[in-house]
């Protein structure tokens, strides 16, 4: 038999559960009637940008634009065209100045005369702090509603960006200045070492370019403080002249003749495209001629599993004493499952490639941008 006291222990943890739950109920009924009466939490977070982005990134120290999407991705790109349009330009040339200048910076990597000290880490900077590639400096805020739009709001920092875009102007100046420096030193003008480093001054001019006008409009005052050189269109000019003056002889050997005129004249538009004046067969002790360029073209048809042509290209450009400044090579095959004339016409239409875009093309423009080591 239970005590007396203990029956009313029981009775009091009883009436006091039976209080717990009551109270319980009247919270939860309370807090459903506050709920129910107020505006949402996520509502009251919206931030002011969204709004009113001016009231939050005042014109005066922000480049700032608002973008909504269906999803962040769709918001980003819609804040990517406005903010690349706010700098009178577009997505596509912002884009293409930064896959350019990196490049410009791969390709000097380890290159005693030329050090992009500034712009170590400019594409880092890009990757993490923005997707808007070309733009330095660039923060974004995301925010998405209830309703499930998002919204983006893309800014840059007047005096802070002006800054970098500044410095990276100055070294980048000073590197052309040197190139073209050692370009008008060079005797004779008419070579490949005086087209070299005014080609790349002019890609790196151009790049420049699209530094300066970013620049102008986080800073007006930018557009009384233009680089030294000039303008790109003024580095180009003196390339094309500089290219005008050199003439290539092209020499190809191959056993049908037909093929010799293709290939030739493929090797002929890569060097007319960029100004230089070409001569067809020149004689190896020609005058007129600057550079030869010499090419052997071999095919070999392959059958086994399935009927394969090889192709072998060997070629090299030499100046007018003969030796040789520029070599290339390139062994590969075409295959078809059972034509010898098919595999050959692909292998044919492969070397022809070569010479106007493909592989010789970038190994001469790589060649031409190792003479200012």
């Keep these: 038999m239970p005590y007396a006291g203990e029956n009313a222990k029981k009775s009091i943890k009883k009436q006091s559960f039976i209080m717990s739950g009551f109270i319980y109920i009247i919270s939860i009924f309370c807090l459903l009637f506050v709920t129910c009466g107020t505006t949402p939490q996520s509502s009251q977070s919206v931030p002011a940008w969204v709004s009113n982005p001016e009231g939050t990134y005042p014109s005066r120290d922000w480049i700032a634009v608002v973008a909504e999407g269906r999803s962040q991705q769709q918001a980003e790109a819609q804040a990517m065209d406005s903010l690349a349009r706010a700098f009178r330009t577009d997505v596509e040339s912002i884009t293409l100045a930064s896959w350019q200048f990196n490049q410009i910076i791969d390709s000097s990597s380890g290159n005693r005369n030329i050090a992009f000290n500034e712009s170590q880490n400019f594409s880092q900077d890009v990757q993490v702090s923005t997707?808007?590639?070309?733009?330095?400096?660039?923060?974004?805020?995301?925010?998405?509603?209830?309703?499930?739009?998002?919204?983006?709001?893309?800014?840059?920092?007047?005096?802070?960006?002006?800054?970098?875009?500044?410095?990276?102007?100055?070294?980048?100046?000073?590197?052309?200045?040197?190139?073209?420096?050692?370009?008008?030193?060079?005797?004779?003008?008419?070579?490949?070492?005086?087209?070299?480093?005014?080609?790349?001054?002019?890609?790196?001019?151009?790049?420049?370019?699209?530094?300066?006008?970013?620049?102008?409009?986080?800073?007006?005052?930018?557009?009384?403080?233009?680089?030294?050189?000039?303008?790109?269109?003024?580095?180009?000019?003196?390339?094309?002249?500089?290219?005008?003056?050199?003439?290539?002889?092209?020499?190809?050997q191959t056993e049908q003749q037909a093929d010799r005129i293709l290939f030739t004249r493929a090797a002929g538009s890569f060097f007319t495209e960029k100004g230089f004046k070409i001569i067809e067969q020149p004689a190896s002790n020609s005058q007129a001629v600057n550079y030869f360029l010499n090419a052997d073209v071999r095919f070999e048809t392959i059958s086994q599993n399935v009927v394969s042509c090889r192709y072998i290209i060997n070629a090299s450009l030499t100046d007018r004493t003969g030796l040789a400044v520029f070599s290339f090579t390139e062994d590969d095959r075409k295959a078809h499952t059972n034509m010898a004339s098919e595999a050959r016409r692909l292998a044919v239409r492969a070397v022809d490639n070569s010479f106007k875009d493909g592989n010789f093309s970038v190994e001469f423009h790589s060649w031409l941008n190792t003479f200012f080591n």
């Design 131 to 252: 997707n808007i590639n070309g733009l330095i400096g660039v923060q974004i805020d995301v925010y998405r509603s209830n309703s499930g739009t998002v919204y983006v709001c893309a800014r840059m920092n007047r005096r802070e960006c002006s800054a970098r875009y500044s410095a990276m102007i100055r070294e980048n100046t000073a590197i052309i200045d040197r190139l073209l420096t050692a370009a008008n030193a060079q005797r004779p003008q008419n070579t490949f070492n005086v087209f070299s480093r005014l080609s790349f001054a002019y890609a790196l001019a151009q790049v420049t370019d699209n530094f300066q006008n970013i620049l102008e409009v986080l800073d007006s005052s930018a557009a009384n403080r233009k680089p030294s050189y000039g303008t790109a269109n003024a580095i180009r000019a003196r390339m094309i002249e500089t290219a005008s003056q050199i003439t290539v002889g092209i020499s190809v």
